[in-house]
């Protein structure tokens, strides 16, 4: 597993820590709320998006893409407290060959994989990669987004 991969992967294990922490809070019971903490709140929440495209052309091809995202959301454990969390990824896959075939138009293959996101809050956390390798016609990319976005009262 190359440096890059090991690293994609373990961003990924972070990011999906922050959607499991978001996800098992409890907000409890309905409160009043001060002026002071009305001033903070927003009606927001994080946004993350992926997009991801192949194509192939030559006498032997294959193109596949996926992408996915997940948003989680948490009203607060605390007073005042509210934190938003999502993930995106995306991936590509391409190869374009003409074997050994003589005398056809070169063969091609190429990805375009976007992923991306926008946490709220006044302590945030946007955390990006994305890779391409390419090799003998065959081209693979893969990408990731996580953000983290919190309401810290008085930060």
Do not use: C, H
């Amino acid at each position: 597993m190359s440096a890059d991969t090991a690293k994609l992967w373990r961003l990924s294990a972070v990011a999906g820590a922050l959607l499991l922490a978001t996800a098992t809070a409890n907000a409890g019971a309905l409160k009043q709320l001060t002026d002071g903490q009305l001033d903070t709140i927003t009606a927001g929440g994080a946004l993350v998006f992926s997009a991801a495209d192949a194509q192939a052309a030559g006498l032997i091809t294959m193109a596949s893409s996926g992408a996915n995202s997940v948003f989680g959301s948490n009203q607060g454990v605390e007073d005042g407290f509210g934190s938003e969390s999502g993930i995106a990824s995306g991936t590509a896959v391409s190869l374009g060959t003409n074997g050994t075939a003589t005398g056809a138009p070169p063969a091609t293959s190429s990805t375009n994989v976007t992923t991306g996101g926008v946490p709220e809050g006044n302590f945030t956390i946007v955390i990006s990669v994305n890779r391409t390798s390419s090799a003998l016609g065959l081209t693979i990319q893969g990408g990731v987004t996580a953000v983290y976005g919190v309401f810290v009262p008085g930060l």
